[in-house]
């Protein structure tokens, strides 16, 4: 079971963070996604972090904005979002897959692919 947390309301430019904290399995064992869905919009890969922690993949509109992280002790995976722009603003979903691989590879699986989703958390950029 995954659960997504952190969202709210920010002005452009400023920062979030976001948790996704899992139950029931490890993330050594679990690649995490972190995934957006604008309203009218398809749901799209934002942040991908493979098996372990290992390599990390982002989508070019938050490449430099945004960092995801993991702890394993905690059993959380982070997504740190910075100098947020209105285009940011969406539902934000967290994933799991046990698929191997870096995260530049899972990034080309499809979202219905991955294992576990989380509810998602909204955040909202707007001045």
């Known amino acids: 079971q995954l659960q997504a947390s952190g969202g709210g309301l920010v002005q452009p430019g400023g920062s979030l963070r976001l948790t996704c904290a899992a139950s029931g399995f490890t993330f050594d064992d679990y690649a995490i996604g972190w995934f957006r869905q604008a309203p009218g919009r398809e749901r799209e890969g934002v942040a991908i972090i493979s098996r372990g922690g290992g390599t990390q993949y982002y989508a070019d509109s938050v490449k430099g904005r945004f960092t995801i992280s993991g702890d394993a002790v905690r059993g959380v995976v982070y997504l740190q979002m910075n100098s947020l722009k209105p285009e940011d603003t969406a539902v934000y979903y967290c994933?799991?897959?046990?698929?191997?691989?870096?995260?530049?590879?899972?990034?080309?699986?499809?979202?219905?692919?991955?294992?576990?989703w989380g509810q998602g958390t909204l955040v909202t950029v707007s001045s």
């Open positions: 994933a799991a897959t046990k698929r191997l691989g870096d995260a530049q590879t899972l990034a080309t699986v499809a979202p219905d692919e991955w294992d576990y």
